[in-house]
């Protein structure tokens, strides 16, 4: 078969393109060693306005700088005497009232980008503004400890830089069914018969072949494993929603993946902000309250850390547009039974003391965080990861 009809023919060549090439002995390794605790990470895509989701309503700046954009103070849900939340957010309150969100303020890295592009790839490679790398974070991370395809799972259907190392993929599924009815293509079953081919030897075909014939028994595990539990939890009739409940299932069944990663984008908010921002942050705070609600009935919670970030923040002055321009800094919230620090993980910004682009100046290195999840969450090797040392925090 040739690579020109094989590539037209087969479903699979585009659907498992990013599935990794594993050897057959890596898919045996013990659970035990792999560990469970497991990450969660959701990426609010299009640069999130951090100020009108955490908001210093005492400060008179944020109104001043927002004459129609800002929060009314009556809206907001208060969390203390100078902050609060977006009133999208009351799922929110409710974890941050049990100690189960922790919030940290004014992350970012040096000498910050505005592109949504190459901001999102600085954040998913870990590299700094001036560095390129075609390698993310998690992808490093399954690089040197992700033993089985299956360690990493983007709720998608395809790939993030974040989840595609040097010499290994994570797996990108929305369904476990769909992905396992897709691992028995008839054109995926023919390369059995040719492992010994020719074709194996391609540099470029041969990888495609091998990783495809790597996935089938992947593929079958997920779907055997996550079909055993059913989820009674409500969640939020979404993509989003959607996306959190396939995470649940994949976590309750007692799927052996490390690192999740899901999405929800629309985050752009250049006109009329108000009403798009509130409708979007709607959905992740339902969501991940249905979410936690559902791995707390299964005594899942207690393993799974939820980090949430965006790509960067918005500019403090509202636009003509009642809108906001790409900015620097941002917040991260951290969700888990077990933080350190619940609450302000440090303090907010300052609004007088802006950068010379009327930015928030970052307080926080974005990959601090990055290491502290690896070392303490993860248990492995930060630096190994994240290729140099960054000083850790003291969230979990």
């Known amino acids: 078969m040739d690579r020109r009809k094989f590539l037209k023919q087969s479903s699979l060549a585009s659907s498992l393109f990013f599935v990794p090439s594993f050897l057959k002995a890596?898919?045996?390794v013990a659970s035990s060693k792999l560990g469970y605790k497991r990450l969660v990470i959701i990426q609010l895509s299009g640069g999130n306005d951090g100020l009108n989701t955490v908001i210093p309503y005492n400060n008179d700046l944020y109104y001043k700088e927002r004459p129609t954009l800002a929060i009314a103070k009556n809206d907001i849900i208060k969390l203390n005497d100078e902050v609060g939340l977006n009133p999208s957010l009351t799922p929110l309150k409710r974890l941050y009232d049990k100690g189960y969100l922790s919030i940290i303020n004014n992350v970012g890295y040096p000498n910050p980008i505005r592109s949504h592009f190459r901001s999102m790839d600085i954040w998913q490679t870990a590299s700094n503004s001036n560095e390129y790398s075609q390698s993310g974070w998690v992808g490093r991370y399954l690089d040197h400890y992700g033993k089985q395809p299956h360690s990493a799972i983007e709720i998608d259907e395809s790939l993030s830089l974040a989840m595609k190392g040097e010499n290994v993929n994570a797996i990108a599924t929305q369904d476990a069914k769909s992905f396992y009815n897709l691992s028995k293509d008839p054109y995926f079953k023919n390369l059995n018969k040719h492992q010994n081919d020719v074709h194996l030897s391609e540099h470029n075909l041969g990888y495609l072949y091998k990783s495809m014939i790597a996935a089938e028994s992947s593929a079958k595990y997920i779907y055997e494993t996550s079909k055993t539990f059913t989820s009674l939890q409500e969640y939020p009739n979404n993509k989003f929603g959607k996306q959190l409940k396939s995470t649940a299932q994949f976590i309750n069944s007692g799927l052996q993946t490390k690192v999740f990663y899901t999405s929800l984008g629309g985050f752009d908010t250049h006109v009329n902000q108000f009403n798009t921002q509130k409708?979007?942050?709607?959905?992740?705070?339902?969501?991940?309250?249905?979410?936690?609600?559902?791995?707390k009935i299964n005594n899942t919670f207690k393993d799974t850390l939820i980090l949430t970030f965006s790509e960067f923040g918005r500019r403090v002055k509202q636009n003509a547009s009642v809108g906001t321009d790409h900015g620097t800094a941002n917040n991260v919230f951290v969700i888990g039974?077990?933080?350190?620090?619940?609450?302000?993980?440090?303090?907010?910004?300052s609004l007088s003391n802006l950068d010379d682009n009327g930015d928030l100046k970052f307080e926080i290195d974005f990959r601090t965080i990055y290491a502290t999840v690896l070392d303490k969450w993860l248990e492995v090797d930060d630096k190994k990861v994240l290729n140099k040392s960054f000083k850790q925090l003291d969230f979990i």
């Open 279 to 295: 409708r979007l942050l709607g959905q992740y705070a339902d969501g991940i309250e249905a979410f936690v609600q559902d791995l």
């Open 337 to 349: 039974a077990n933080l350190k620090k619940p609450g302000f993980y440090n303090n907010m910004a």
């Open 26 to 28: 890596f898919e045996e």
